[in-house]
């Protein structure tokens, strides 16, 4: 069975602070990857997918930044964090290419981020 | 422009009561369609998807959604409802891109016991 693991669970953080988020999918080769955000009572919002290592498109600039240095892992970061980075961040798989496969989304659990 | 819409913020109902989330979309051309669920704090879980064929899709947990054409909607339903039902009900469209998916502002649903 596949799983999917988010690390921290929460952060605090001050503003202008450096930021990194992770994420490590098990039990599944090539899945495509996600970042998401979510504002505290909001929707969500991709920030950025990848389908294969070394490659990440974003799709929002917020001033964050995200890489996929090995298959099963995908990493958000940002140097200089903003009181506007606070949130709710989901990382999400799905099966690799396109078509109906891949629109089924699996999220883990979610890292609570709190810039003061 | 391609928007999802879910018009109600909260819903309320008690136990063993059905209810209804509205989701309406606007999209040109084949899209794919999905309901998640999101317990307090937690990540969503995937509930049901429709892309094509039968217009009603059974999902987990007795849920289950309709596709209309005709209205731009993909509303949820569930004929008797649980206390642990009680959750954000998220929907979301994407085009046959696999990498994009758009989500609508989520309904919060009380289940009063």
Do not use: M
């Amino acid at each position: 069975a596949q799983t999917i693991h988010q690390w921290p669970v929460a952060e605090i953080k001050a503003v202008g602070s450096p930021l990194s988020l992770g994420c490590t999918i098990k039990g599944k080769s090539s899945p495509n990857l996600y970042w998401y955000w979510q504002a505290t009572g909001g929707t969500l919002q991709q920030l950025f997918y990848s389908i294969t290592v070394g490659q990440v498109e974003s799709v929002v600039q917020l001033n964050l930044s995200a890489s996929r240095p090995k298959d099963d892992q995908f990493i958000l970061s940002t140097e200089k964090l903003l009181l506007s980075h606070s949130g709710f961040y989901l990382c999400a798989w799905s099966l690799e290419g396109g078509g109906a496969s891949a629109e089924t989304l699996y999220f883990g659990s979610g890292t609570r981020l709190t810039v003061l | 422009t391609q928007t999802v819409s879910q018009s109600d913020a909260h819903v309320t109902v008690f136990e063993g009561d059905s209810v209804e989330l509205r989701c309406n979309y606007s999209y040109g051309g084949s899209i794919y369609l999905s309901w998640y669920i999101q317990h307090h704090g937690r990540g969503l879980q995937f509930l049901l998807k429709y892309y094509s064929g039968n217009p009603v899709v059974q999902g987990v947990n007795g849920f289950e959604a309709e596709f209309s054409k005709s209205d731009s909607s993909f509303h949820l339903r569930k004929a008797s409802v649980h206390w642990s039902d009680s959750a954000v009900y998220f929907c979301a469209a994407s085009k046959n891109s696999g990498t994009y998916q758009r989500f609508g502002t989520g309904t919060k649903l009380q289940v009063v016991p």
